[in-house]
């Protein structure tokens, strides 16, 4: 089983990024995703989460209107893009996978990726 995040990079306060999440090793179509941020000395945090067939969205209310999850079943990944990036988004960001929808939104899952860093700065 593995993640591979990507996308991240520096972007200035109002851009926007990509971020993608590839899946291997594992059902993608049975499986739920989400995405968590952790600034430095803060803890990992919530970011936005996607049933397995897509019908389903989570967010924090801080990205909320700003940040959209998607998936693809084709190509076994998942998105977040990312529009009116504020300097508060920086942090590293990384993707988890699983089956069990409240495992997933509360980070307990054992499936991560190795995170990818995005910096808002002017």
């Known amino acids: 089983i593995q993640l591979v995040a990507s996308g991240g990079g520096m972007v200035q306060p109002g851009g926007s990024l990509r971020l993608s999440c590839v899946g291997s090793?594992?059902?993608?179509?049975?499986?739920?995703m989400s995405w968590f941020r952790q600034a430095p000395g803060k803890e990992r945090e919530f970011v936005a989460a996607?049933?397995?067939?897509?019908?389903?969205?989570q967010y924090a209310a801080a990205v909320k209107e700003r940040f959209t999850i998607s998936r693809d079943s084709a190509t076994n990944t998942a998105f977040l893009q990312m529009n009116g990036l504020k300097p508060e988004d920086t942090a590293v960001y990384y993707c988890?996978?699983?089956?069990?929808?409240?495992?997933?939104?509360?980070?307990?899952?054992?499936?991560w990726g190795q995170g990818t860093q995005v910096t808002v700065s002017s």
């Open positions: 996607i049933y397995k067939d897509g019908g389903r969205t």
């Open positions: 090793g594992f059902s993608f179509i049975t499986t739920h």
């Open positions: 988890s996978a699983g089956i069990v929808w409240g495992t997933v939104v509360q980070g307990k899952s054992n499936t």
